[in-house]
């Protein structure tokens, strides 16, 4: 970890803020902490953010707008912090360009824990510590995915895919022609074990596809074989 590393917390209650601002801080994180998304916002387009920490009940904008207007420009980890713990909210979290989400009342060294995972993972795909594959890019049907550069074009046009949309976009063209289950695309791309009812890579694919333009039912790339996994044909 570095001493560099910039995090963002943004959340209206004042000493859960607080709170996991000390945490980071002891990590030798440099905290970036607001109560509203302007302010958080401003501070995104001023300093160089490396993950944000943003909760879904803000007093000005709602943190699933707030995460969405980030990605617009920005690709590092984004976790969410809420109330809410039913399903649907995970989904809408993630399909929106979040990577984690955590749920209070929360134990704070897991979210420590969980913001030193993002950044590892974050800093493992966009370096050339990775261990060179057997092809550095792929190129059919218009879709062009480069490992090396991570740099991917549908038709020419480039997509900005976050970290782990890429990595899921890589491994299914590394496989192409095979389908691959959820388990094992977790288990690749996050690196941690599939739990039953995860619906974490569910909610990246269709992210994945709408940023590619696609058709949930006809996907022309990313496609479902029900009961089995995804793959691209």
Not at 37 to 57: F, G, P, Q, T
Not at 95 to 107: E, R, V
């Amino acid at each position: 970890m570095s001493a560099n590393d910039k995090v963002l917390i943004v959340d209206d209650e004042r000493e859960i803020a607080d709170l996991v601002e000390v945490y980071l801080k002891n990590e030798n994180y440099t905290v970036f902490k607001f109560y509203n998304a302007s302010d958080a916002l401003a501070c995104v387009n001023r300093e160089k953010i490396d993950l944000a920490i943003l909760d879904v009940m803000l007093p000005d904008m709602n943190g699933f707008v707030l995460c969405q207007k980030i990605r617009e420009n920005h690709m590092f980890p984004i976790i969410m912090l809420t109330a809410k713990v039913e399903d649907m909210d995970k989904i809408t979290g993630l399909t929106l360009g979040a990577d984690d989400y955590i749920t209070k009342p929360f134990n704070p060294l897991e979210l420590v824990a969980r913001v030193k995972t993002q950044l590892r993972r974050y800093t493992r795909y966009n370096t050339s510590k990775v261990t060179a594959p057997e092809f550095d890019e792929y190129d059919f049907s218009g879709l062009y995915i480069c490992q090396n550069t991570h740099k991917c074009t549908l038709n020419e046009e480039e997509l900005a895919l976050t970290p782990i949309e890429f990595n899921i976009l890589w491994y299914l063209c590394e496989h192409r022609g095979k389908v691959v289950s959820s388990e094992e695309l977790f288990e690749v791309v996050w690196g941690e074990k599939y739990l039953d009812n995860n619906n974490t890579v569910m909610a990246h694919i269709a992210r994945l596809r709408e940023k590619m333009h696609e058709p949930s039912r006809k996907p022309k790339f990313v496609k479902t074989v029900w009961g089995v996994g995804y793959t691209i044909e």
